[in-house]
């Protein structure tokens, strides 16, 4: 059974890769994560703020974002979609400073075709990937970007699958190309999740 009231849960906090950044310096860079609770709903559902930055210029925060946790119908199985903010200068740095959401509503994000994510539930995990032919595009730098998405989360980690994709060759670019992302749990933002 989906639950995406304990997934919000697992996931609102800050989190950071140094023990694997560490082991492994030439594969992995030491990264800071944030996933703060939007202090409201999206059509009843949950939603989280996203954003991170190396932790070598903690004041270049990059990759802004929404997840929209959802139930579907069996609630066997639960739904990840993403959204883009149309202006993400506006919310930079809101990992690290939420009074900058305060203000934010539905009207400032825009919607993200393909950038969904079915989640299975397991005893200790919560698992998500996309569909086999899904493709998920986003503009960055008045650039159109490919991403392949995909995260696992427990209770205290979250492990990103991302990467970038160039779209017209399929080569890989950036993100989880030796493996996934592992993050540990520093800060939980739990209790700031709306009722």
Known sequence: MFDPKLLAQWLAGEFDNQAQAQEQPVWFVPLRLWHRPLPFRINGDLALFCEQANTLNLDAP???RVVILQS???RSIGKATYRAFKQPDRVRGA?????LL????????????GCELTIASFDDRFKAEPEPDAKCYFQYNGQTRQVILGFEATADRFWSF???VEPETGKLLWGALMGAYEFHKRHSFAADLPA
Not at 95 to 99: D, E, L, M, S, T
Not at 102 to 113: K, V
């Open 162 to 164: 991302d990467r970038g």
């Open 62 to 64: 990059y990759r802004q």
């Open 95 to 99: 990992g690290a400073n939420p009074q």
């Open 72 to 74: 579907l119908p069996d």
């Open 102 to 113: 305060a203000t934010l509503t539905i009207d400032d994000l825009e919607e993200l075709p």
